[in-house]
């Protein structure tokens, strides 16, 4: 989520409560019963899509975001879990993707 510290040094730490559960909400909209969605960190969630390819991640992730536009803004950032992978390698890339979606 973007600016969620703006908001609650703003709004106080009401509102900001109130942003994650609409992100949370607007997450669940969008995934499927058996997905796993987990928040990781004060602003970051983890979502784990099974069967579903990038590009058709990246378009729900990108409705979702149209959805939220007057509650806030979501940036998100990708990664498609391979045979080899390590948990942190698979979230660095994501972390990777996300950094790369900001800057455009």
């Not at 997905?35 to 390819?53: A, K, S, Y």
């Not at 390698?89 to 950094?99: K, P, Q, V, Y």
Request: hydrophobic share 35%; charged share 30%.
């Amino acid at each position: 989520m973007d600016d969620l510290k703006s908001l609650n040094d703003s709004d106080g730490h009401r509102a900001g409560d109130q942003l994650l559960c609409d992100v949370a909400e607007a997450l669940r909209r969008h995934m499927r019963s058996y997905d796993l969605l987990v928040r990781v960190g004060g602003d970051e969630f983890l979502c784990v899509l099974p069967g579903i390819t990038v590009p058709e991640a990246r378009g729900r992730f990108e409705q979702m975001g149209a959805e939220l536009a007057d509650g806030g803004s979501v940036s998100f950032g990708l990664s498609e879990l391979r045979e080899d992978d390590t948990p942190q390698g698979f979230i660095d890339r994501a972390d990777h993707d996300l950094l790369a979606n900001r800057s455009r």
